[in-house]
């Protein structure tokens, strides 16, 4: 039997005739709908104590295998898939900041949030529970569940509390060794022994199958595992597939949303999806425009004469050091995205 419709009948089975473990009290969202995954509460075990490759050197990867780029001042790092895919959760720490570094490898999502410091411990772990086939996550100070790509707790003393999203960005592994090639990359060396670089699910990533159901599934302005670039800004949302995106080089998008002029800067060939405000606070509209690849890191430049590399930072220009303020946003997988946000638009190319 292939492995992917294995791995759907055994879940199936194992998972939605059982009621899901540790989800007393009240929930924001449907609790029929809140499903046991499987592995139970740390069956995937968050990485706590990450080790770092100093460079790009010290990792031996495909240049396609995708990375969730994060940046917290001048400190870049790189965390692999081929790693998260395993652990889901990295608990890092930059410049006495706790940071949280989550990705779902059933919705294609990844998110980095700032730690709650409400206590002495801001970690969480992965709690073996799915919300529209989305990984919940919890914390370890107070047990609360907090569901990933609508970056709050859905149950729990900290029920709709929003967790606060830091900038980051997926990218080829190819593309981060152009861009950041001197900069530290998660180590393979764990302390947990997990065959890193075997893809766990199969042929789900390239299926429209899915294991655990979602709403919305009959979405199909994109196949459900187009990779999209997912914004929110008030109660207004909208997806750009990577598809928009050039081939050769960096696109570049002046959009509006929900009242706010953005611009989006996307790739297909460097796997990059970003998005950003163009109003600034001092009141300067700023209009964006491609680099070419001799002025990596910098991605694209503005009016002004700045140049801005993938995280919204200013590297060179009169606004050196100043960061662009971006909108709630991430890349997930388009049935998953349509599950949590089923009003949203479509960018289309020619309107």
């Known amino acids: 039997m292939p492995l992917l419709p294995l791995l759907v009948a055994l879940c199936l089975s194992a998972c939605l005739d059982s009621a899901p473990e540790n989800t007393a009290g009240f929930w924001s969202v449907p609790q029929s709908e809140v499903l046991d995954g499987g592995p139970g509460k740390d069956g995937i075990p968050a990485v ?3 080790q770092f490759y100093q460079d790009a050197s010290g990792l031996v990867m495909a240049d396609d295998e995708l990375v969730v780029a994060f940046r917290f ?3 870049v790092r790189a965390y692999p898939h081929q790693v998260l895919d395993y652990h889901e959760v990295v608990n890092d720490t930059f410049n006495n900041t706790e940071v949280v570094i989550s990705y779902c490898p059933l919705t294609g999502s990844s998110m980095v949030w700032q730690g709650e410091a409400v206590s002495s411990n801001q970690s969480f772990g992965v709690s073996g529970l ?3 086939s989305n990984l919940i996550l919890y914390d370890r100070a107070t047990n609360s569940h907090w569901s990933q790509m609508l970056m709050q707790s859905i149950n729990g003393t900290r029920i709709h509390q929003i967790s606060t999203q830091l900038v980051s960005s997926e990218m080829s592994w190819g593309t981060w060794k152009k861009l950041y090639p001197s900069k530290p990359v998660l180590n393979f060396n764990t302390g947990f022994s997990r065959p890193y670089g075997r893809y766990p ?5 390239d299926s429209d199958a899915t294991i655990f159901p979602a709403n919305n599934s009959n979405d199909e302005r994109f196949s459900a595992k187009q990779r999209v670039l997912g914004v ?3 109660e207004s949302f909208k997806a750009y597939s990577m598809a928009n995106f050039s081939s050769d080089g960096i696109t570049v998008i002046a959009d509006t949303i929900g009242g706010e002029p953005l611009t989006v800067w996307g790739s297909q060939n460097l796997n990059i999806a970003v998005v950003f405000n163009r109003l600034l606070s001092d009141g300067s509209l700023l209009s964006f425009s491609a680099l070419a690849p001799q002025a990596f890191p910098a991605l694209v430049t503005d009016d ?4 801005w590399d993938v995280f919204g930072v200013a590297i060179s220009g009169p606004r050196q050091g100043q960061s662009l303020n971006q909108p709630f946003s991430f890349i997930a997988y388009w049935f998953a995205w349509a599950a949590f946000y089923p009003d949203t ?3 289309e190319v020619d309107q």
């Open 304 to 307: 002004e004469g700045n140049h």
């Open 232 to 234: 929110k800004v008030l």
């Open 73 to 75: 001042g001048n400190d």
């Open 130 to 132: 799915l919300y529209n």
């Open 201 to 205: 699910y199969g042929s789900y990533k």
């Open 345 to 347: 638009q479509v960018f």
């Open 48 to 50: 706590d104590a990450p």
